[in-house]
């Protein structure tokens, strides 16, 4: 494998959701944002905006919205926004109509601008030694956030980012071998349910561990192919709140 900074920060990946009280200072700040701010963008039209959480009432009742606690505790919060309003306004003020503003294509543009933007912030995060997590959960109750953080027509949230000084030591959860997830010209259907099931993993040698979830440490040890078929068949997670 050809290992620099940047990809063994990549490979180290994992999602941390305790934070010690510790704020982040302006200028770390402002270096996560000017690195969301240089993402590319579909058809550089930079259809993302961002809202840093600093009010405690707001994070607890995003923490109620998202239905994790730790939303409310430490590390610094950032909601990013499908933003088509400013580009909207942008035209009306040169006495344009909305042109493809209102159009699914230009939707999941502003969608796919605003995750790139999170994932940049967060890689961006971690190499400086943060840890942190993204959460979908925001989107819970999309009326509730909008009300929230006064959004305008136009703004939706996208995705939560918490970012802090690490305080928990997560184990890495395994991913499916490549064999499942990397395709030469055409897709092959090769993940079979029975591979789902195996006890025990082929690849990672890791115990198998009661399927009962009582943190992201035992969800963790399970083998991947176990891991996911609990995730997508066995539990509740594709129907109810995301909890993890
Ligand atoms: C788009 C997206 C939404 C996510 N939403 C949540 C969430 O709402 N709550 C949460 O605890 N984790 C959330 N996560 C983190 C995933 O649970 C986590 O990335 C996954 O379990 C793999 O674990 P890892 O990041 O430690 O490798 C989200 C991740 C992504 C990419």
Redesign the pocket.
């Known amino acids: 494998m050809n290992l620099n900074d940047t990809i063994k920060t990549q490979l180290n990946?994992?999602?941390i959701?305790h934070f010690k009280n510790q704020q982040l200072d302006k200028e770390t700040l402002n270096t996560l944002y000017e690195v969301a701010n240089h993402t590319a963008s579909s058809q550089f039209l930079q259809q993302f905006s961002i809202i840093h959480v600093t009010d405690k009432n707001k994070r607890t009742k995003l923490a109620e919205i998202?239905n994790?606690p730790p939303v409310s505790e430490n590390g610094e919060f950032f909601i990013f926004l499908i933003d088509l309003h400013r580009n909207v306004k942008l035209r009306q003020e040169a006495n344009l109509d909305d042109g493809r503003l209102h159009t699914m294509d230009l939707y999941l543009q502003g969608l796919s601008d605003a995750?790139l933007a999170v994932q940049n912030m967060y890689l961006a995060a971690e190499s400086l030694g943060l840890g942190g997590?993204?959460?979908?959960?925001?989107r819970n109750d999309i009326r509730a956030v909008s009300e929230l953080f006064n959004l305008p027509d136009m703004v939706i949230p996208a995705?939560?980012l918490q970012i802090g000084i690490p305080d928990e030591e997560?184990q890495?959860?395994p991913r499916l071998p490549l064999s499942f997830k990397v395709f030469e010209n055409e897709y092959q259907d090769n993940l079979s349910t029975q591979d789902c099931q195996l006890p025990q993993s082929k690849d990672m040698g890791l115990v198998t561990h009661d399927l009962t979830v009582s943190g992201?440490n035992a969800t963790?040890l399970l083998p991947h192919y176990t891991w996911l078929h609990h995730w997508v068949v066995g539990s509740t997670h594709l129907t109810n709140t995301?909890?993890?």
């Open positions: 990946h994992r999602s959701r998202c994790q995750t997590v993204i959460l979908g959960s925001i995705l939560g997560i890495q959860k992201n963790s995301f909890t993890h």
